[in-house]
């Protein structure tokens, strides 16, 4: 077999292929990867190498057991409850109010008593230090099985932080951001009072906007005080009644609750495969509108840029190829992508060598890879003129704080060169290089990794329900705190740890990070990697989709 070239962080590789699959994708011997080898046109400039590794079916059997075990228990424990053998601690209505339509249904709630709580130590663990590299971590222990804490009061301090998304390593205590937002505070105050529309228009957000709209490479741009806003809020002045919205099936919860709150039909193709986006734009113009067979007075594609979950990257060149074949209009999310993906940091259109202008939407958010918060929406100066006046984020939210934008602006302007000091070029390739490094150790050791070879998501399979929070236990006694993620926020036999990569990761904290998840990973078995490698295109799909919204 031919040796692949060594690949750039953040750059291109080659690699032999072992007979193709369908959608460019090959498949090799063990151990080797999938390479998106380009056969759409010259779409693609540069392999697209992702993997998405079969799930075992003993594993997958063990887990639905898993979860059937913990429900019959959980009917069990109810049972108990309702007789007063156990002590019943979740929120009830009082007899007074039985009549009453009912406030919390137990139904409902019967995950959360039962399988949740078991585990509920894993998350909302207080942090009190800037989550950067390392953080410091209150200690909390429970008396009663996690319905409550008492804090200790002893900080753990230098826990290796591999869950935030502080991709480029912009959330500190020092240095040039921090001293210029200490000096916007001081002059400034902390906060505005008012709406952009009224007294709450400062120059420091119009220079803000200046800045992103020339480092997204558009006309012009809007930013916003809350990243989620920016997605709720503003789909739904864009997009209403008699418009069509294809959205992908793991977009975030904000593109969702915005796409239902416009009042637009709603259909969903499955993640990242092409064939099903195009078919359902066929449908559409085909079809048109339900009952009345009408055109569509819009068709709006909503995908992101890197899916928070998968740590997959969306194929942006096939999606823009359909766009303008289909003439319909792309919202890309870039609030991961942005900053992470790029040799300059400029997000997943300069990742994949494409033109801005062919993204119609192009939002993102300050709250990742610039260490600050809010959001922004790119675009054409009438997309832009046109959100001022009818975004209900812009007539009525309060704007951003004076200390975060200037801490954006001082981040961006290091990114772009701007401060004179190749920093934040350097940051970028940094956090290029922990990714490639990161994903390359984790597969070797044999865990099963999802997502792009490029991606700073790299989601762990766990899979079984007690692994989930025996994982983060075990890490956080080990002084490393992970984010572990399970059903209903992943499918059910897909539970899984979510790392986060960072420029400001030295190698030596990665070494550490990796031994130890070694270590835990042959503790509780997680090593289940048999190298059955699966393009995602692979995965049969069904055909019928869903509306959400009908006219």
């Known amino acids: 077999m031919e040796r692949p070239e060594r690949p750039r962080a953040n750059g291109c590789g080659g690699g032999g292929t072992h007979g193709a699959l369908r959608n460019g994708f090959v498949r090799?011997?063990?151990?080797?990867?999938?390479?998106?080898?380009?056969?759409?046109?010259?779409?693609?400039?540069?392999?697209?190498?992702?993997?998405?590794?079969?799930?075992?079916?003993?594993?997958?059997?063990?887990?639905?057991?898993?979860?059937?075990?913990?429900?019959?228990?959980?009917?069990?424990?109810?049972?108990?409850?309702?007789?007063?053998?156990?002590?019943?601690?979740?929120?009830?209505?009082?007899?007074?109010?039985?009549?009453?339509?009912?406030?919390?249904?137990?139904?409902?709630?019967?995950?959360?008593?039962?399988?949740?709580?078991?585990?509920?130590?894993?998350?909302?663990?207080?942090?009190?230090?800037?989550?950067?590299?390392?953080?410091?971590?209150?200690?909390?222990?429970?008396?009663?099985?996690?319905?409550?804490?008492?804090?200790?009061?002893?900080?753990?301090?230098?826990?290796?932080?591999?869950?935030?998304?502080?991709?480029?390593?912009?959330?500190?205590?020092?240095?040039?951001?921090?001293?210029?937002?200490?000096?916007?505070?001081s002059q400034y105050g902390a906060g505005v009072?008012?709406?952009?529309?009224?007294?709450?228009?400062?120059?420091?957000?119009?220079?803000?906007?200046?800045?992103?709209?020339?480092?997204?490479?558009?006309?012009?741009?809007?930013?916003?005080?809350?990243?989620?806003?920016?997605?709720?809020?503003?789909?739904p002045a864009l997009v209403g009644k008699g418009c069509l919205i294809l959205s992908d099936e793991l977009n975030h919860a904000s593109l969702v609750l915005g796409a239902r709150l416009s009042g637009a039909t709603i259909r969903i193709f499955k993640h990242n495969n092409m064939q099903s986006l195009e078919k359902l734009l066929k449908d559409a113009i085909v079809h048109g509108q339900p009952r009345t067979r009408r055109p569509w007075k819009k068709i709006l594609i909503l995908v992101e840029g890197i899916y928070s979950m998968e740590g997959s990257i969306v194929r942006l060149p096939e999606v823009i190829a359909l766009k303008k074949k289909y003439k319909s209009y792309l919202y890309l999310d870039e609030a991961h992508s942005i900053g992470a993906l790029g040799p300059s940091g400029r997000g997943v259109v300069e990742y994949f060598g494409l033109n801005p202008e062919d993204v119609d939407v192009m939002m993102g958010t300050f709250t990742k890879s610039f260490g600050a918060a809010g959001g922004y929406i790119g675009g054409k100066k009438e997309l832009i003129d046109y959100l001022r006046t009818y975004s209900h984020s812009a007539a009525y939210a309060t704007s951003m704080s004076p200390p975060v934008v200037e801490q954006i602006i001082t981040s961006v302007k290091c990114i772009m060169g701007e401060d004179g000091t190749t920093i934040g070029r350097a940051r970028v390739q940094q956090l290029a290089e922990n990714t490639r490094y990161f994903r390359r150790r984790l597969k070797e050791m044999g865990f099963i990794i999802y997502g792009n070879e490029d991606s700073p998501v790299v989601p762990?399979?766990?899979?079984?329900?007690?692994?989930?929070?025996?994982?983060?236990?075990?890490?956080?006694?080990?002084?490393?705190?992970?984010?572990?993620?399970?059903?209903?926020?992943?499918?059910?036999?897909?539970?899984?740890?979510r790392f986060c990569l960072s420029a400001a990761h030295t190698k030596d904290m990665l070494d550490t990070a990796l031994k130890e998840i070694n270590e835990v990973g042959d503790l509780l078995q997680l090593k289940y990697s048999r190298r059955r490698l699966v393009p995602l295109l692979d995965r049969p799909f069904d055909e019928t989709t869903y509306e959400e919204t009908e006219d």
């Open 193 to 235: 009072c008012s709406t952009r529309q009224e007294m709450g228009n400062l120059d420091k957000h119009e220079e803000l906007e200046k800045l992103v709209a020339r480092f997204l490479g558009v006309e012009s741009a809007m930013a916003y005080g809350m990243g989620f806003a920016t997605n709720s809020m503003n789909i």
């Open 28 to 185: 090799g011997p063990p151990g080797t990867q999938i390479n998106h080898i380009v056969h759409n046109g010259g779409l693609y400039k540069r392999p697209f190498n992702e993997a998405f590794e079969e799930t075992p079916m003993l594993v997958a059997v063990l887990t639905y057991v898993g979860y059937g075990v913990l429900t019959l228990f959980g009917y069990l424990r109810d049972f108990m409850r309702q007789w007063k053998i156990e002590k019943c601690q979740n929120a009830t209505e009082r007899e007074e109010q039985k009549d009453f339509v009912p406030l919390y249904q137990d139904f409902e709630n019967f995950y959360n008593r039962n399988l949740y709580m078991r585990i509920r130590d894993s998350w909302n663990r207080p942090i009190c230090s800037v989550p950067g590299a390392k953080v410091d971590m209150m200690e909390r222990v429970s008396h009663d099985y996690n319905w409550t804490f008492t804090y200790t009061g002893r900080v753990i301090k230098d826990i290796i932080n591999m869950g935030s998304y502080n991709y480029l390593g912009f959330a500190q205590k020092t240095g040039p951001c921090q001293e210029a937002a200490a000096k916007v505070l």
């Open 460 to 497: 762990l399979m766990l899979y079984m329900p007690a692994k989930i929070g025996a994982f983060g236990r075990e890490m956080l006694k080990r002084n490393i705190g992970v984010v572990v993620v399970g059903f209903p926020a992943t499918p059910i036999i897909e539970s899984r740890a």
